[in-house]
């Protein structure tokens, strides 16, 4: 299952975009209990019992299914930063769907994956993402997630600037205010909806299209390196932004467009391209 960045600038709460960064998952049904083995970002810190994340997910999307599988061995093999804004929960989450549907024996049903997996994440941008690819329109309706994916324009890149420190996200939702001027809603209606011509077919709209007056800025305090280096790229003419919560900056690219500069200290740079297919299962039969 795919990293996902959120926002993408004005897209707040609703845009999200699949990235060429995953997690993998090894399911192998048998005996009562789980066992659990994680492999790279947090491994010695997540828990490694029923409430892991991906074993919630696993055992709501069997019950969702019908379907009756009382233990498993679960390895994870991690590459997705954590607490960096690139949505390692909502690949969680979605993956661990994916492995139900896997264990049932049942086509992946993508829709229902972006219904359960906003129920437990809470929010359905970075999970819509996950499940279908691309780049994805999410909301909600009488409290389903739902989402709708677009093909985003051919050789649409990501930078991801990631930094050594964590921001947890219920902190950087608790900065942003109850009620923002109606001119910078407005604007940033005005801007969502250019967004999305320039994700999916005018990439030289990019700069204009993300800029952002909702969110982004009132998160400084707890991450002032990042609005820093987002001000300084995008005053280099590049399409810079925060990814989701943060503190991980993303700068889109296309085609002959220019190159971000190296990564500041501290920092790891990724170069990604856009995942196209969202989360993917593969079942194995004993023979």
Not at 49 to 56: A, F, K
Not at 94 to 118: E, F, N
Not at 211 to 239: C, F, I, N, T, W
Request: glycine share 12%; proline share 8%; net charge negative.
């Amino acid at each position: 299952m795919p990293a996902t960045s959120a926002n993408l600038g004005p897209g707040f709460d609703t845009f999200g975009l699949a990235l060429t960064l995953y997690d993998e998952l090894t399911v192998t049904p048998g005996g009562s209990g789980v066992t659990i083995e994680v492999i790279g970002p947090g491994a010695g810190e997540v828990p490694t019992d029923e409430s892991h994340l991906v074993v919630r997910a696993i055992r709501a999307g069997l019950e969702s299914l019908g379907a009756a599988v009382p233990g498993f061995t679960l390895r994870c093999e991690n590459r997705i930063p954590h607490g960096r804004g690139l949505g390692s929960s909502s690949a969680a989450i979605v993956g661990g769907l994916g492995a139900a549907y896997g264990l049932a024996g049942t086509p992946i049903d993508r829709d229902h994956v972006v219904s359960l997996a906003h129920e437990l994440e809470g929010h359905p941008d970075n999970v819509a993402a996950s499940a279908l690819g691309g780049f994805t329109i999410a909301w909600t309706e009488a409290d389903k997630g739902r989402a709708v994916r677009l093909d985003p324009v051919d050789g649409l890149t990501a930078v991801a600037y990631v930094p050594d420190t964590r921001v947890l996200t219920k902190e950087a939702r608790g900065l942003l205010p109850s009620a923002v001027p109606h001119a910078d809603a407005a604007a940033n209606a005005g801007k969502a909806a250019l967004l999305v011509a320039a994700l999916t077919s005018r990439p030289e709209l990019l700069l204009t299209a993300t800029e952002d007056l909702l969110h982004q800025e009132y998160r400084q305090p707890v991450m002032p390196e990042s609005l820093a280096l987002v001000h300084k790229l995008r005053g280099s003419g590049l399409p810079a932004v925060v990814s989701g919560a943060g503190p991980t900056v993303l700068v889109l690219g296309s085609p002959g467009a220019t190159s971000p500069d190296a990564a500041p200290d501290g920092w790891t740079r990724y170069e990604l391209g856009i995942d196209p297919v969202g989360v993917q299962v593969w079942s194995a039969q004993a023979g």
